[in-house]
């Protein structure tokens, strides 16, 4: 048995994609009995959300996006609706109103807040052929890490984060439903919630707005964004092996940010999150 990081693949396969909300819910269905034995964590929105300044970040970021920027990221298909959306949701209190709007409605939790792809491990294993491997679609086949934001929150906000950015646009779209439904099922039976698939969906829908915060940032400074995540600008004494590990941070940053941004804005724009709460 081997086990590879999520980083190691450009998008999730459906088994890993199982797997990892497997684990969501069985997290979420033990933190809704748990939460109140660990009183030291905070509401997400006073911890996380707020602590980074997210709300402000999202609109700050927003009112420097151009159609010519956001064409550039997405191409011409959608720039105009994008934009809509995002200034839509950049009105004064609208960022944290939709975060309220889940937090009311979703079932309190414990929630991870970056249960993304490359905060993962998946197993493999090798098919009797020994020429392929194949990730195992049940919680025991991943391992989630980087835990320092975790918090008391809706588990619709993780599920918003790790189905919007981790698998493909045309995945998600295809998978989205099956994913969902999964997820339910495994929550309320471990559980014992009657958690709706509807309130699910409409919690889902809400929580695809918190991601778009990282979405605007890169849309408004792709450059800056890209520096920020690729690490310190190197001096003028660096040497020749410095500069090509810059220029390959570089480029795994410019994968990660801009892959993601469209991710997040077309999740959000497909499932009509602005309408919503707007």
Excluded at 135 to 145: D, P
Aim: a negative charge; glycine letters at 8%; proline letters at 3%.
């Amino acid at each position: 048995m081997a086990w590879n990081r999520g980083t190691e693949a450009p998008k999730l396969r459906r088994r890993q994609a199982e797997a990892l909300i497997s684990l969501l819910a069985r997290v979420h269905a033990w933190g809704l009995k748990g939460k109140d034995s660990l009183p030291w964590l905070q509401d997400c929105r006073d911890g996380y959300l707020l602590k980074h300044g997210l709300p402000d970040l999202f609109r700050s970021s927003v009112a420097k996006i151009t159609e010519e920027k956001t064409e550039a990221l997405l191409g011409t298909a959608d720039t105009r609706n994008v934009m809509d959306m995002l200034q839509t949701l950049a009105k004064p209190g609208l960022y944290e109103f939709a975060v309220d709007m889940v937090m009311q409605s979703s079932p309190m939790t414990i929630v991870h807040m970056d249960a993304r792809q490359g905060n993962a491990f998946f197993e493999e294993e090798k098919e009797e052929e020994g020429n392929s491997t194949a990730s195992h679609a049940t919680a025991e086949g991943v391992k989630l890490f980087d835990w320092q934001n975790v918090s008391r929150g809706g588990g619709a906000l993780d599920l918003a984060y790790t189905l919007s950015g981790s698998l493909s646009v045309c995945d998600r779209r295809a998978w989205q439903e099956d994913l969902l439904a999964q997820y339910l099922q495994e929550f309320c039976q471990l559980s014992g919630s009657s958690y709706s698939l509807d309130e699910l969906k409409d919690d889902y829908r809400k929580a695809l707005i918190w991601p778009l915060v990282w979405a605007a940032l890169t849309c408004a400074d792709v450059e800056g964004t890209v520096d920020h995540c690729a690490g310190p600008i190197l001096g003028g004494a660096c040497s020749a092996e410095e500069l090509a590990k810059r220029s390959h941070a570089r480029e795994v940053a410019r994968d990660f940010v801009t892959v993601g941004a469209e991710r997040y804005l077309r999740a959000a724009l497909d499932e009509g999150s602005a309408h919503v709460v707007g």
